[in-house]
């Protein structure tokens, strides 16, 4: 005991655990500290909100979204109950709609806001657990943290009740898994590959988004086989012995996929049971267009059932499918039209006005607005990654470092993958949809900057320090800036025009 004591309570250890607290403590200001202010709805509230108080009160609905991002938001309402005091009949109105237009006076936003934000606190640490195991250096882990903790776009829009908040932090969790899960030196458990497919599941029942995750299975596989493969090059195999090992290495890899998939279909099941459960009754007339059977399961008592399931997550799959068929399309010619098109979303194009209102002599404004200093460094992390992957793929560059070249490799091709699927949807899409590769452009530009400066980083030379701590002097003091817009604080007309940067943000003031 006493060994082991001495060993977790190590000099390295105890400075992890420091910078992990302090990023931690740092996060907590920018994303957690007063998340309830401002005490009024804005973008998709209106919509989340309403879910969850059907939730709470055993009504059924559809939405075009999986259900567990609603459910957590709705935990949050039940926890906290912030507003127990208010007219319960006033909260009921809410089951009877899909958009709130009135909320009651001193209605509190603690409860509904609470996951998300609680989530999007805690993703910072996630954060630096990653670019810890791949770097095992825990002051450059923290200081590029700041990526995270001082972008002004992920923070404006995680302080809400919606749903990319807590959809971040379980495709970080997802992520880290991942790279542990490359860095161990054991051969991986199939019970490995049921977590990983049970954590890469919880995102996609909050966002079909997160299926971008899947693509880390490949990867991760690969990884394992390669080792293989090149182990049993070393043993001088015959023909037949490698055909036998190959055909006994696809069948284990098929296995371990299997095993994969079963963990995320556990997700799937128990999200939508939960949400089926919780649905006991129909409001009014809004049976989102339930099929006879589905509305005979509610009339019956019968939606925890579990050999109901199949009727019920039809009626609900077939919903989402017919709701996002009804999105219009993008019109850049609109002089409200808040979307923008994917080739955009790298620059902040286009920051969205979610809220405004007077206050004195000024306007108190609410925007989702990108920091530009951690969105340059995130758009040079993905263009360096590119251009290193082309580089050893088509000129046959020498690779420094396999493992941080995989993982460049990794994370570069979910970041592709994800942009041209957006490229191809029709919908109108917002600049919070590029939120998931701006993450990954996070983690890139910290892989990059560790292959590239591999072996000066070793040799710990002062400069290198100097130029990052520079670099995250400018993110903060460029968070500070675009801050007023972030934390609904009033600005003056020339205060705001001072923040328009560029023409293409589409920042306007009211005059």
Same mark, same amino acid.
């Given at each position: 005991? &006493?060994?082991?004591?001495?060993?977790?309570?190590?000099?390295?250890?105890?400075?992890?655990?420091? $910078?992990?607290?302090?990023?931690?403590?740092?996060?907590?200001?920018?994303?957690?500290?007063?998340?309830? +202010?401002?005490?009024?709805?804005?973008?998709?509230?209106?919509?989340?909100?309403?879910?969850?108080?059907?939730?709470?009160? @055993?009504?059924?609905?559809?939405?075009?979204?999986?259900?567990?991002?609603?459910?957590? &938001?709705?935990?949050?309402? $039940?926890?906290?109950?912030?507003?127990?005091?208010?007219?319960?009949?006033?909260?009921?109105?809410?089951?009877?709609?899909?958009?709130?237009?009135?909320?009651?006076?001193?209605?509190?936003?603690?409860?509904?806001?609470?996951?998300?934000?609680?989530?999007?606190? =805690?993703?910072?640490?996630?954060? =630096?657990?990653?670019?810890?195991?791949?770097? /095992?250096?825990?002051?450059?882990?923290?200081?590029?943290?700041?990526?995270?903790?001082?972008?002004?776009?992920?923070?404006?829009?995680?302080?809400?009740?919606?749903?990319?908040?807590?959809?971040?932090?379980?495709?970080?969790?997802?992520?880290? +898994?991942?790279?542990?899960?490359?860095?161990?030196?054991?051969?991986?458990?199939?019970?490995?590959?049921?977590?990983?497919?049970?954590?890469?599941?919880?995102?996609?029942?909050? *966002?079909?988004?997160?299926? &971008?995750?899947?693509?880390?299975?490949?990867?991760?596989?690969?990884?394992?086989?390669?080792?293989?493969?090149?182990?049993?090059?070393?043993?001088?195999?015959?023909?037949?012995?490698?055909?036998?090992?190959?055909?006994?290495?696809?069948?284990?890899?098929?296995?371990?996929?299997?095993?994969?998939?079963? @963990?995320?279909?556990?997700?799937?099941?128990?999200?939508?049971?939960?949400?089926?459960?919780?649905?006991?009754?129909?409001?009014?007339? /809004?049976? $989102?267009?339930?099929?006879?059977? $589905? *509305?005979?399961?509610?009339?019956?008592?019968?939606?925890?059932?579990?050999?109901?399931?199949?009727?019920?997550?039809?009626?609900?799959?077939?919903?989402?499918?017919?709701?996002?068929?009804?999105?219009?399309?993008?019109?850049?010619?609109?002089?409200?039209?808040?979307?923008?098109?994917?080739?955009?979303?790298?620059?902040?194009?286009?920051?969205?006005?979610?809220?405004?209102?007077?206050?004195?002599?000024?306007?108190?404004?609410? +925007?989702?607005?990108?920091?530009?200093?951690?969105?340059?460094?995130?758009?040079?992390?993905?263009?360096?990654?590119?251009?290193?992957?082309?580089?050893?793929?088509?000129?046959?560059?020498?690779?420094?470092?396999? /493992?941080?070249?995989?993982?460049?490799?990794?994370?570069?091709?979910?970041?592709?993958?994800?942009?041209?699927?957006?490229?191809?949807?029709?919908?109108?899409?917002?600049?919070?949809?590029?939120?998931?590769?701006?993450?990954?452009?996070?983690?890139?530009?910290?892989?990059?900057?560790?292959?590239?400066?591999?072996?000066?980083?070793?040799?710990?030379?002062?400069?290198?320090?100097?130029? &990052?701590?520079?670099?995250?002097?400018?993110?903060?003091?460029?968070?500070?800036?675009?801050?007023?817009?972030?934390? +609904?604080?009033?600005?003056?007309?020339?205060?705001?025009?001072?923040?328009?940067?560029?023409?293409?943000? /589409?920042?306007?003031?009211?005059?």
């Amino acid at each position: 005991m &006493i060994q082991f004591l001495k060993k977790f309570f190590s000099k390295k250890r105890n400075l992890v655990v420091f $910078y992990a607290v302090a990023v931690l403590i740092a996060s907590y200001f920018t994303y957690f500290k007063n998340y309830d +202010y401002p005490p009024a709805v804005f973008w998709d509230e209106n919509y989340h909100i309403a879910s969850a108080q059907k939730y709470l009160e @055993g009504v059924i609905f559809m939405e075009p979204h999986p259900p567990l991002g609603k459910m957590f &938001i709705a935990l949050g309402e $039940y926890m906290m109950k912030p507003n127990r005091f208010i007219n319960q009949d006033e909260l009921h109105k809410f089951t009877q709609t899909d958009y709130i237009k009135d909320f009651p006076a001193g209605y509190s936003f603690a409860g509904v806001r609470l996951f998300s934000t609680l989530f999007a606190w =805690f993703s910072a640490v996630l954060f =630096f657990l990653i670019f810890y195991l791949v770097s /095992k250096n825990a002051h450059l882990s923290a200081l590029f943290s700041s990526l995270y903790v001082f972008d002004n776009a992920l923070i404006i829009h995680s302080r809400a009740a919606m749903l990319e908040g807590s959809h971040l932090f379980f495709i970080l969790l997802a992520a880290l +898994y991942f790279v542990y899960l490359l860095g161990r030196k054991t051969p991986l458990k199939l019970s490995n590959y049921f977590l990983f497919g049970f954590l890469v599941g919880i995102p996609i029942m909050i *966002k079909a988004t997160g299926g &971008i995750l899947l693509l880390l299975l490949p990867f991760l596989l690969a990884c394992e086989n390669w080792e293989k493969i090149r182990a049993s090059r070393h043993q001088g195999p015959t023909l037949m012995r490698a055909s036998r090992s190959v055909l006994d290495g696809l069948k284990i890899t098929l296995l371990k996929s299997v095993v994969f998939v079963f @963990g995320a279909v556990i997700v799937f099941f128990a999200v939508w049971q939960i949400h089926f459960s919780l649905g006991k009754k129909i409001e009014g007339d /809004k049976s $989102y267009r339930a099929s006879e059977e $589905y *509305k005979a399961i509610i009339a019956e008592g019968k939606t925890t059932e579990f050999k109901n399931f199949p009727a019920m997550v039809k009626d609900n799959l077939a919903y989402m499918a017919n709701y996002n068929k009804g999105v219009p399309v993008l019109d850049v010619c609109k002089p409200d039209e808040n979307g923008s098109h994917p080739m955009t979303w790298p620059l902040g194009d286009k920051s969205i006005n979610y809220r405004w209102e007077r206050s004195g002599d000024g306007v108190r404004y609410m +925007y989702l607005q990108s920091n530009p200093a951690t969105w340059l460094l995130g758009l040079s992390g993905i263009v360096i990654s590119l251009v290193l992957i082309v580089a050893v793929f088509l000129f046959r560059l020498p690779i420094k470092d396999k /493992k941080l070249f995989y993982l460049i490799s990794a994370f570069a091709a979910m970041y592709v993958s994800y942009m041209a699927v957006m490229l191809r949807i029709e919908r109108v899409m917002y600049l919070y949809h590029y939120f998931i590769p701006l993450v990954f452009s996070f983690i890139l530009a910290f892989l990059v900057f560790n292959y590239i400066f591999a072996e000066k980083l070793a040799a710990k030379p002062k400069i290198i320090y100097k130029i &990052i701590l520079l670099a995250v002097v400018a993110i903060i003091i460029s968070y500070s800036f675009f801050s007023p817009l972030t934390y +609904y604080q009033p600005l003056t007309t020339e205060q705001f025009k001072q923040r328009v940067w560029f023409d293409f943000w /589409k920042l306007k003031p009211v005059e």
